[in-house]
């Protein structure tokens, strides 16, 4: 794996982006062909703190895969404590992953059966088509999209199944500027432990980027979930809905570039002109640079793919 522009990372305090423990992330970034003790053994050489690589992938999001990358190059290369944190991390990380699966495929139900179309986004489905294991990606909330039209309907919905929204105590002026800026509410179940973020707008107000939304719910497709197939946004439409979102938040956790990474992956027959096309369609005048943040993070971890 050769990847570049690693000063587009934030720092942590005290971990150089090019210090030992965040090059280890990298590895974990990487397909399973980078996971070997040839590639792993020079960087433990060099002195790496496992407390730190564990806080560092928890902050970008990648613990799951750092767990992978150990057991792939053996258990022995790190301490015990840190390999029973990661097996303990995995054991839970895996019944949540599983629960909140189960907790969208049950909400999808209701929503259908009161005649709401509801798109799950990230999270569950996600994992499910770019990694092929809801255990391998680390998220911590559900994303449901719906149609403007829907959401009294939708919010109302969520509202009887015990859910609140995170935020309560907004002036009505508040709240339309909220639902200006954002598309979307936050809600939290009564037990606090499944959040859902609904949204009935995807793309940022004001994000120079636009997309008909008309387009995305004409071209889903289906994914398997917990035994029951869901569907959601094509793998295409996904790629650059997550490259907006990665461009929003300026890049700064390295589990949106592997989520990217991982979908292309997955789907090696993609066709790329379209892509670019609809990419260059949907930012006008000004394509460039959303062309660039389309494909520049599959250019950090496969320089060609970006060609």
């Not at 461009?247 to 700064?252: I, L």
Request: glycine share 6%.
């Amino acid at each position: 794996m050769n990847l570049v522009g690693l000063d587009r990372f934030p720092e942590t305090p005290g971990v150089s982006a090019a210090g030992p423990e965040f090059r280890l992330l990298l590895l974990c970034a990487g397909d399973a062909g980078s996971h070997s003790r040839a590639r792993i053994e020079p960087i433990l050489k060099e002195g790496v703190d496992w407390d730190r690589v564990v806080h560092l992938a928890d902050d970008h999001g990648v613990l799951p895969l750092l767990a992978q990358l150990v057991d792939a190059v053996g258990a022995e290369v790190v301490p015990p404590s840190t390999r029973d944190r990661l097996r303990d991390y995995v054991r839970a990380s895996g019944l949540r992953s599983r629960m909140l699966a189960l907790e969208l495929v049950r909400l999808l139900d209701l929503f259908e059966a009161r005649g709401i179309a509801a798109i799950p986004h990230k999270g569950p489905v996600l994992a499910a088509m770019a990694y092929g294991r809801l255990d391998l990606r680390q998220y911590r909330d559900l994303d449901v999209v719906v149609r403007e039209a829907d959401l009294a309907a939708a919010t109302r919905l969520l509202e009887d199944q015990g859910y609140h929204l995170v935020t309560r105590r907004l002036t009505p002026a508040q709240k339309r500027l909220h639902n200006r800026s954002t598309g979307q509410y936050e809600y939290v179940s009564a037990d606090a432990l499944v959040h859902v973020d609904l949204h009935w707008s995807i793309v940022p107000r004001g994000f120079p980027f636009k997309i008909a939304h008309d387009r995305l719910w004409s071209a889903l497709e289906p994914v398997s979930l917990e035994g029951k197939t869901v569907k959601t946004f094509s793998v295409e439409d996904l790629l650059q809905l997550l490259s907006v979102h990665g461009t929003k938040d300026s890049w700064c956790r390295l589990v949106w570039v592997c989520d990217i990474d991982r979908l292309v992956r997955s789907r090696p027959r993609l066709d790329w002109h379209a892509i670019l096309s609809t990419a260059i369609a949907r930012r006008g005048s000004r394509s460039s640079a959303m062309s660039t943040a389309t494909f520049s993070p599959r250019a950090w971890l496969c320089p060609s793919a970006g060609r």
